[in-house]
């Protein structure tokens, strides 16, 4: 399984953005799916997880109420929807794949490569 983010880029505060994780070598509707980030001498934070057939889903305390997981098992792809974003929401957002619907890192099989997200006036 190969995992490909992409949607990251440069976006003001209170902006918005979606990423895009999408899967190739393997369908992806056996797998849970993570997104995670990490800023700059931070520890790799889970954002937010979405379980295989999109039953369960997961958020980081610091993102509910403003970030939406999805998937569209018919495209191979999870997406994350994020909205009035802040300076702190800055990071290297990555994608990971289990068979959980967790925010562990620990517990991922694969990983994508990662997508900037800078969020800044």
């Known amino acids: 399984l190969q995992l490909v983010e992409s949607g990251g880029a440069l976006v003001q505060p209170g902006g918005s953005l979606r990423l895009s994780c999408a899967a190739s070598?393997?369908?992806?509707?056996?797998?849970?799916i993570t997104w995670f980030r990490q800023a700059p001498g931070k520890e790799r934070e889970g954002v937010s997880s979405?379980?295989?057939?999109?039953?369960?889903?997961n958020y980081a305390d610091s993102v509910r109420g403003r970030f939406t997981i999805s998937r569209d098992n018919t495209k191979n792809t999870v997406y994350l929807q994020m909205n009035d974003l802040k300076p702190e929401d800055t990071a290297v957002y990555s994608c990971g794949a289990s068979m959980w619907a967790t925010l562990t890192p620990e517990l991922m099989n694969y990983w994508g490569q990662g997508t900037q997200v800078t969020v800044s006036s």
């Open positions: 979405i379980s295989s057939g999109g039953g369960t889903i």
């Open positions: 070598g393997e369908t992806l509707d056996s797998y849970g």
